[in-house]
């Protein structure tokens, strides 16, 4: 029935096309995409295919035009066969987190082709994923070049390295939760944008995203604590040095807090350079960061 249904929506915007509106028949020609990864949107965007997007996930916050500019269906982890089979669409690309199983079998089951495209929080993996996204959209020529600009931010980044003498240590909050923290450690996106930034991950020896003891925080002894903003819901200095273990850190002296975008700082996607450059200006400030990542970062402070 969902199939029946995704067909006859998709055939119905085929025979409209040509007298909808100018340009359409060239576009009915074109797949038609939904996207579940925030990371991916951007990739597409960046691409310059967004017109080719008829769906996007609730993580796609960036560009911020992207929710806006294209019907919702919902939480990543929590994808609705229905909702996604409603926007008959070609191909679904997403990341590995998106979910459940049983709805992307479902989509599978009507006819649609579902793209999973492997996270990896790492320099290669960035790479490697803006020129799969390129090729899956015919768009190899404009991936090759995003992909030969965020590789010039990463070479930037080594060398600003390799200047710095005593990493920070840095501890990533997830969130609290009735006072407990859940902190990212090896392995995860939050270690790799730390070393990345040349500071150092204060519980490297916790594997994943895990909750850890008041004693495990007091004995990680974090210079900096990072997290990510989440509009009204952000952590404040207030919510985090209040708690006991985090007060008796070296971190709460100055009650050094830092939060940013987290799609821009866990993502691993086009402006990881940028990110990572931030977090070092924060962290590092003694860094010497090569003059090709300003230019990233102006141009994405305009946007």
Not at 161 to 181: D, K, M, Y
């Amino acid at each position: 029935m969902l199939a029946t249904l995704a067909r006859a929506a998709a055939l119905a915007a085929f025979v409209c096309a040509p007298v909808c509106a100018p340009g359409a028949a060239f576009a009915a020609e074109e797949e038609r995409l939904v996207v579940a990864g925030g990371v991916l949107t951007e990739i597409l965007y960046a691409l310059g295919a967004q017109d080719r997007i008829v769906g996007v996930d609730t993580t796609s916050l960036h560009p911020p035009r992207a929710l806006e500019e294209h019907p919702d269906i919902g939480y990543l982890r929590a994808l609705s066969a229905e909702g996604v089979l409603s926007l008959a669409p070609d191909r679904v690309l997403a990341t590995d987190a998106a979910g459940p199983a049983d709805a992307l079998d479902l989509i599978r089951q009507a006819g649609v082709d579902v793209e999973i495209l492997r996270e990896e929080p790492t320099e290669a993996g960035v790479l490697a994923r803006i020129r799969e996204v390129g090729a899956l959209v015919e768009a190899e020529e404009a991936a090759r070049a995003l992909a030969d600009e965020v590789a010039a931010g990463f070479a930037a980044l080594a060398q600003a390295r390799a200047t710095i003498e005593a990493p920070v240590r840095v501890l990533f909050v997830l969130s609290l939760q009735n006072g407990r923290a859940m902190v990212g450690g090896a392995g995860t996106s939050a270690d790799a944008i730390i070393t990345l930034a040349g500071g150092e991950n204060a519980v490297s020896g916790v594997d994943g995203y895990k909750p850890v003891t008041d004693e495990a925080i007091i004995a990680a002894a974090p210079d900096v604590i990072l997290s990510i903003g989440r509009g009204d819901h952000a952590l404040s200095p207030d919510d985090v040095f209040a708690l006991p273990a985090f007060a008796m850190t070296p971190a709460a002296a100055e009650r050094r807090l830092v939060t940013m975008d987290g799609l821009a700082l866990l993502g691993f996607g086009p402006r990881t350079p940028q990110a990572a450059a931030e977090l070092m200006k924060i962290l590092h400030p003694e860094a010497v960061i090569a003059p090709v990542i300003a230019p990233l970062l102006r141009a994405e402070a305009t946007r």
